[in-house]
């Protein structure tokens, strides 16, 4: 099993940063992959921005140039650095691990941009 614990989330007006932490219960490298994901009231569940256990990224294609996914090995921990945050980008923000071939989630923080 995998525990995620997420982070970093809160009030940010448009324009501004956030950061959000997402801290894993097992060393990352033995995960297969970790990602952001994002859900906005009455949409579905979105995929932000994945990273491998090999260190490559992906990112939805609206997203890039704004987002960046990061890890850190030491603290077992993936990052997401958000800038030029919009208001669409409101939303709760899950973080995902994969591991042995089974989705795990995090409960969620919460990011509101505000205009």
């Known amino acids: 099993q995998v525990q995620l614990v997420e982070s970093g989330g809160g009030l940010v007006q448009a324009g501004g940063s956030l950061r959000l932490s997402c801290a894993a219960s097992?060393?990352?490298?033995?995960?297969?992959?970790m990602g952001w994901f994002r859900q906005a009231p009455g949409k579905q569940r979105e995929l932000v921005a994945r990273?491998?256990?090999?260190?490559?990224?992906n990112y939805a294609d609206a997203l890039k140039g704004r987002f960046t996914i990061s890890r850190d090995i030491a603290k077992n921990t993936i990052n997401l650095q958000m800038n030029s945050l919009k208001p669409d980008d409101t939303a709760v923000y899950y973080c995902?691990?994969?591991?042995?071939?089974?989705?795990?989630w995090g409960t969620g923080t919460l990011v509101t941009v505000s205009s």
């Open positions: 097992r060393n990352i490298f033995s995960i297969n992959a």
């Open positions: 990273i491998s256990n090999g260190g490559s990224t």
């Open positions: 995902k691990a994969v591991y042995y071939g089974i989705d795990y």
